[in-house]
């Protein structure tokens, strides 16, 4: 398998300013995965309850997204419930119910094993730090939130250390680095002997730094933002995929790459849950791509 992805499958409920679902298919694994597929083979690590709904897996099957690495037990699946107000960057987290995450041990199928690219999503540093030790990529990257920088901050620690690369909100950049500045988290991050750090922020895009490198993607302009449940997973799932499809992992494969990320994340946003993915066409990445181009494009001479 090229790339792996360990995370959430999840039943979320969420409300924005422009509607509300309840308990529709979401999960950082699902983001991620969906969006990765538009690039590259992807597999998936995760554990789903007895109540998670059969035509879900079905339709992920149907995207040829592998689910050999996803266990059925018995209990409730997790179930994230969070709303967002104007400022459409911040998500406000109502309820997190781990369940059967809870005694989540990943078994991880014999193909996955030593895969190229392997994305550690948003879930206990415990368990990523574990999944990367079994799996043992060439290249992994991994993800997490406020909830793991209060609660396990040593173990995250441990895994940033350990992992090639980091995708991270400005929040959280912020958080774990205790420094209002991005420059300087991303600084301090580098230091861990991380070689890749991208940081994402929001309707503001996303800015990428290594030993050598500063990059800054803008997000892609839009007029209408109905939910930006999925972006950060959708974003690392577009830029991770097309590295994986080109086998690349060099700061200028990175920099195109996240402008995939980009595309992929601005069409998520669009509608509710993953109800975007629904219709998005390759021909679709490849007109705002293009346009992306003529965004980022100046005159050089000075
Ligand atoms: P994002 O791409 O950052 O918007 O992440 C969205 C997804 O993260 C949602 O579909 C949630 O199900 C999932 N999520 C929320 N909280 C957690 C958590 N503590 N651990 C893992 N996944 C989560």
């Known amino acids: 398998m090229k790339l792996v992805v360990l995370g959430t499958l999840a039943f979320d409920s969420i409300q924005t300013p422009f509607g509300r679902v309840e308990n529709v298919l979401g999960g950082s ?7 990765a597929r538009n690039f590259s083979e992807v597999g998936v690590i995760s ?5 998670f709904h059969e035509e879900h897996l079905k339709f992920l099957e149907k995207r040829s997204i592998d689910l050999k690495g996803v266990e059925k037990t018995k209990g409730k699946t ?15 987290t109502l309820k ?38 079994k799996i043992k990529p060439k290249y992994s990257f991994c993800d997490t939130m406020n909830f793991w920088i ?15 690369g980091v995708f991270i909100n400005e929040g959280e950049a912020r958080e774990y680095c205790k420094t209002p500045n991005l420059i300087a ?41 109905k939910d930006p449940t999925g972006a950060g997973d959708s974003f690392a799932g577009g830029t ?3 590295l994986a499809k080109h086998g690349k992992f060099t700061d200028e494969w ?21 109800e975007s993915y629904r219709k998005l066409k390759h021909e679709d990445i490849e007109k705002r791509y293009n346009t992306f181009k003529k965004i980022v494009a100046f005159d050089h001479k000075y």
């Open 240 to 242: 991770i995929g097309h």
């Open 185 to 225: 988290a991303g600084r301090k991050l580098l230091k861990l002997g991380l070689k890749k750090v991208v940081i994402k922020k929001g309707e503001s895009g996303a800015i990428f730094m290594s030993d050598k490198e500063f990059f800054a993607a803008p997000a892609y302009p839009l007029e209408v933002v």
């Open 254 to 274: 990175i920099k195109k790459s996240m402008v995939c990320g980009s595309v992929i994340s601005s069409y998520v946003v669009e509608d509710f849950g993953i």
């Open 150 to 164: 209060e609660h396990k901050r040593e173990e995250l620690t441990e895994l940033l250390k350990n992992v090639d």
């Open 78 to 92: 997790f179930r994230w419930q969070g709303y967002y107000e104007y400022d459409m960057d911040q998500a406000h």
């Open 29 to 35: 694994a699902t983001y991620f995965s969906l969006a």
């Open 96 to 133: 997190t119910e781990l369940n059967v995450l809870e005694s989540f041990k990943p078994k991880i199928p014999r193909e996955y094993r030593k895969c190229d690219y392997l994305f550690l999503a948003n879930t206990d540093p415990g368990i990523q730090m574990e999944t990367l030790d």
């Open 47 to 51: 554990v789903v309850g007895s109540d």
